[in-house]
């Protein structure tokens, strides 16, 4: 597995394949400058998901799991990338799953961070592989992770800035945080050359939504975009998320997808089977 800076992670099923890969990445002509330092590590063979911790220094709150798309292409094929789609709760996460990673990553993490006189108050998201029903940490970051939060904040029933407050006050444990009783998904929309290279701006269209259940349980997230004379254009990678809700994972994901018929621009591509692995589960 070779991991390429801030660029994503191609898998390479044999060692001529990791040698092709790096060799590609070192000369520039896979990710330009961002591929003159890489990382090979072991492949691991399971599914991925995000947890992310609010954290007081002393206590935390664990918000529902997230599974992330990281490959471009159905079936996840193709490189990774910063992340296709994502959904949550995901229901391949069980309570032995959750505790084993407090006791083995969260509570750890805390005290040691305390021990070193620097105790954790933030955001932490532990990038995890589920390898043969057991929790292996990749990485951690202390923010927010991309399309994640995107269906995680919209899922919070207590207010976003009462967890944060709390948290940065040292009062997370008098907050009973509570979770909508819902699905979200998100589905990235990204221009044309992603993850291989730029694109030309492309004008966005969006049309106009009729359907009264679609407008209350959807949404558009932009990133990639600017906007001049009231004309929104595709100008980054990942251009914008489609992002709906649902009592269950199946029409949350369903009305992603009938907004994502409503988004136009040229080149535009997204995967179609975001969530797949629970469904077929």
């Known amino acids: 597995?070779?991991?390429?800076?801030?660029?994503?992670?191609?898998?390479?099923?044999?060692?001529?394949?990791?040698?092709?890969?790096?060799?590609?990445?070192?000369?520039?002509?896979?990710?330009?400058?961002?591929?003159?330092?890489v990382v090979v590590e072991e492949y691991l063979d399971g599914y991925e998901l995000s947890i992310f911790a609010i954290c007081d220094g002393d206590n935390y709150k664990v918000l529902p799991a997230a599974q992330d798309h990281k490959r471009v292409?159905?079936?996840?094929?193709?490189?990774?990338?910063?992340?296709?789609?994502?959904?949550?709760?995901?229901?391949?996460?069980?309570?032995?799953?959750?505790?084993?990673?407090?006791?083995?990553?969260?509570?750890?993490?805390?005290?040691?961070?305390?021990?070193?006189?620097?105790?954790?108050?933030?955001?932490?998201?532990i990038g995890v592989m589920v390898v043969d029903s057991e929790p292996i940490i990749l990485e951690y970051n202390v923010r927010f992770g991309d399309p994640e939060c995107e269906i995680l904040m919209p899922l919070l029933e207590t207010p976003v800035s009462e967890l944060f407050y709390?948290?940065?006050?040292?009062?997370?444990?008098?907050?009973?945080?509570?979770?909508?009783?819902?699905?979200?998904?998100?589905?990235?929309?990204?221009?044309?050359?992603?993850?291989?290279?730029?694109?030309?701006?492309?004008?966005?269209?969006?049309?106009?939504?009729?359907?009264?259940?679609?407008?209350?349980?959807?949404?558009?997230?932009?990133?990639?975009?600017?906007k001049e004379n009231d004309t929104l254009f595709a100008t980054g990678g990942r251009v914008l998320l489609c992002v709906g809700f649902g009592d269950d994972l199946q029409t949350a994901r369903d009305r992603a997808y009938a907004l994502c018929g409503q988004v136009h621009f040229a080149g535009k591509k997204c995967r179609t089977d975001i969530a797949y692995q629970a469904l077929t589960k």
Do not use: C, W
Request: proline share 5%; hydrophobic share 35%; charged share 25%.
């Open 1 to 37: 597995m070779v991991f390429v800076q801030g660029k994503g992670v191609i898998i390479a099923n044999s060692k001529d394949e990791a040698k092709e890969a790096v060799s590609g990445m070192l000369s520039g002509e896979s990710f330009g400058d961002a591929g003159t330092k």
């Open 73 to 125: 292409g159905d079936g996840d094929t193709g490189p990774n990338t910063g992340g296709m789609g994502a959904y949550a709760p995901t229901p391949l996460v069980n309570d032995d799953i959750y505790k084993k990673i407090e006791d083995r990553v969260i509570k750890p993490t805390l005290e040691g961070m305390k021990k070193e006189g620097a105790p954790f108050e933030g955001v932490l998201f």
């Open 166 to 226: 709390k948290g940065a006050t040292k009062q997370l444990d008098t907050l009973d945080i509570k979770i909508k009783d819902q699905y979200g998904v998100a589905v990235v929309m990204a221009s044309k050359n992603y993850p291989y290279g730029s694109s030309e701006p492309a004008q966005i269209i969006v049309d106009d939504i009729y359907d009264e259940e679609l407008l209350a349980n959807s949404h558009i997230s932009y990133a990639g975009v600017t």
